[in-house]
């Protein structure tokens, strides 16, 4: 059974930085494609970034050069590092393998 639980999640003020952890069971994270999504409040789920089995990475224009996405595989999880932050990123972030999906955890970027 696989398993996704994200944290990390929570209020920011413009330009600052959050980590978002996902903790993966039941399969390997250096063997499956890992991606984090958001969903903003009335839009659809988007691709923020995405990592391959060999590592291979590849992140939405938006995010290029903010946000920065690894795995760990000696804990099995996966983090999306997110630097810079603005209003705009405020959205659910959801992590991603295959046809499993996490339950979210919020992101808020306010002053």
């Known amino acids: 059974q696989v398993e996704l639980v994200e944290s990390g999640g929570g209020l920011v003020q413009p330009g600052g930085s959050l980590t978002l952890s996902c903790a993966v069971s039941?399969?390997?994270?250096?063997?499956?494609?890992m991606g984090w999504y958001r969903q903003a409040p009335g839009q659809q789920r988007e691709l923020v970034a995405r990592m391959n089995g060999v590592g291979g990475t590849n992140y939405d224009p938006s995010v290029e050069g903010r946000f920065t996405i690894s795995r760990d595989s000696a804990v099995n999880t996966v983090s999306l590092q997110m630097d810079n932050l603005n209003p705009e990123d405020t959205a659910v972030y959801y992590c991603?393998?295959?046809?499993?999906w996490g339950k979210g955890t919020p992101v808020t970027v306010s002053s």
């Open positions: 039941g399969i390997s994270v250096n063997l499956a494609t």
């Open positions: 991603n393998a295959g046809p499993w």
